[in-house]
């Protein structure tokens, strides 16, 4: 394709409608705005197409402002028929390929981040299809009571959400930890399902490196996100910087419950 985002994917689009393969192609996620009117057209046209957008966050580190995605994962999900999934470990990242495989009919966006991810435990694998299911409840960090809040999570920053359970967890506070790993896929599941997954009620904050905007229709009572552009220094300085710490994300929780 040469270093061409828009082409890359119109090419794309081309050799889907040809048939026979299925076409994947591998940019930065903040580029996506160069491809995004090809990608609107494999959503239009209903084309399986898979893009794998990588570098998706100020996790990136130093290339700065111009590479860090900060409203392109809100900018794609806004795209009709597109599936948009950020997978958090290898188990998400395998059932969101599958699902991508197994969608003829619509495209889908991988953002996947450039820092390795340690795989996060879970019970099964059969809800993460679903594109958000109950990661971690309360008694695995030992309070055993019902939840008092929901941590809803995305990409890199469900290990954040773990931390952060953990750290509640000494001080008797029972937090829900939800990966969300595809808004998209959540959005077409029953009403029943949702409400399994967040419960009616109970305090929501989401966890997310970019705009908070396509949160607040969760009903969070907060969102920990970036608003602004990013900014060029090591990742781990950065994720400081911007208040993506397990106790930052644990203070926003006590500050919504008190």
């Known amino acids: 394709y040469g270093v061409r985002e828009f082409g890359m994917a119109a090419i794309m689009n081309g050799i889907a409608l040809h048939g026979g393969y299925i076409p994947y192609g591998g940019p930065f ?46 900018s794609l999900r806004l795209i009709p028929n597109l599936d948009v999934w950020r997978p958090c470990d290898t188990a998400e990242t395998a059932v969101a390929w599958a699902v991508a495989l197994q969608n003829v009919n619509r495209p889908t966006a991988l953002l996947l981040s450039r820092q390795n991810l340690p795989y996060a435990p879970k019970a099964g694998l059969e809800d993460i299809s679903k594109g958000a299911y109950v990661l971690a409840e309360p008694g695995e960090v030992g309070v055993n009571k019902k939840p008092q809040a929901v941590i809803i999570a995305t990409g890199s920053e469900v290990q954040l959400a773990l931390k952060a359970q953990e750290q509640l ?25 949702k409400v399994s997954v967040l419960p009616a009620g109970i305090p929501r904050i989401a966890v997310e490196m970019g705009v908070t905007h396509g949160w607040w229709k969760y009903g969070c009572a907060a969102v920990v996100g970036i608003d602004t552009y990013g900014e060029s220094a090591p990742a781990n300085v950065l994720f400081k910087h911007f208040g993506f710490t397990p106790e930052n994300v644990a203070d926003t929780v006590r500050k919504v419950l008190s």
């Open 169 to 193: 967890a000494q001080q008797n506070i029972a937090v829900r930890v939800v990966s969300m790993p595809s808004t998209t896929a959540f959005d077409r599941q029953s009403a029943a399902y």
């Open 29 to 74: 996620l903040t580029f996506s705005d160069y491809s995004r009117n090809a990608n609107r057209m494999a959503a239009l046209m209903k084309r399986r197409v898979v893009h794998v957008f990588t570098h998706d966050s100020i996790g990136l580190g130093e290339d700065g402002p111009t590479h860090q995605s900060i409203e392109h994962a809100a």
